[in-house]
């Protein structure tokens, strides 16, 4: 049931632009986009819910194909804030529960 | 003002060992859960509460027993630690539900010799 994430790893140099993807084989009802910094609690950053339209602030957006069951991250210009590990979950209808991909580690360099 | 927060922040106990991690938020949220960090930064959930109601417990070992005595706090009791629960615990919550945005606390990094 675990979403599946890809990549598992990328590194980008400041300015460069990234796609993170999150794939899931069950039906779902929404899709949460989290970032976590080394020894931090994870934050929020969008949820994508079905039917809902594409979400995005600044350079960070993301999309939800409910028939693909799949969503990807956009990071466009990134920053060296962007720094991370971003973890997509997934929740389906009638749950209490997101379930979490296994994260994909970002590194921006100057 | 901390809108997650869990005490203590870091526990090192020995195997056999029993301990509880506390989280409060003040966020006025109907449910609360408690996740698991393993060394490969694998997030996985433990305990959904709505409402103070249990929802979703997942596979738990029951040396693991979460208490919710009002909806703003949601406890972790571990009994007869055991070297593969060291891990980093996290409290969160939202509004009501997976819906919604979770709030996480700051982590509990349990360490059992």
């Known amino acids: 049931q675990q979403p599946v994430q890809s990549p598992q790893a990328v590194i980008l140099r400041e300015g460069e632009d990234a796609v993170i993807n999150c794939s899931s084989s069950k039906a779902l009802y929404s899709v949460h986009w989290y970032r976590q910094k080394h020894g931090e609690a994870p934050v929020f950053l969008m949820i994508?819910?079905?039917?809902?339209e594409q979400k995005g602030h600044e350079k960070i957006s993301a999309s939800f194909n409910e028939k693909k069951q799949q969503s990807s991250l956009y990071l466009t210009a990134s920053q060296l804030s962007y720094s991370g590990t971003y973890f997509c979950g997934t929740g389906r209808t009638g749950g209490f529960k997101t379930i979490f991909g296994a994260g994909t580690r970002l590194f921006v360099k100057a | 003002d901390t809108a997650v927060s869990q005490t203590p922040k870091y526990l090192v106990t020995q195997m056999g060992n029993d301990k509880s991690i506390k989280c409060e938020q003040n966020?006025?949220?109907?449910?609360m859960y408690w996740y698991k960090q393993d060394s490969k930064k694998f997030l996985k959930i433990m305990f959904s509460y709505n409402n103070k109601e249990l929802i979703i417990n997942e596979t738990v070992p029951n040396r693991f027993s979460p208490k919710s005595p009002d909806k703003a706090h949601l406890n972790l009791h571990i009994n007869s630690l055991e070297l593969g629960d060291s891990a980093v615990y996290f409290c969160?919550?939202?509004?009501?539900?997976?819906?919604?945005?979770?709030?996480f606390g700051q982590g509990t990094r349990l360490t059992v010799v």
């Open positions: 966020l006025g949220h109907d449910t």
């Open positions: 994508l819910l079905k039917g809902g």
């Open positions: 969160a919550s939202s509004l009501q539900g997976f819906n919604t945005e979770a709030f």
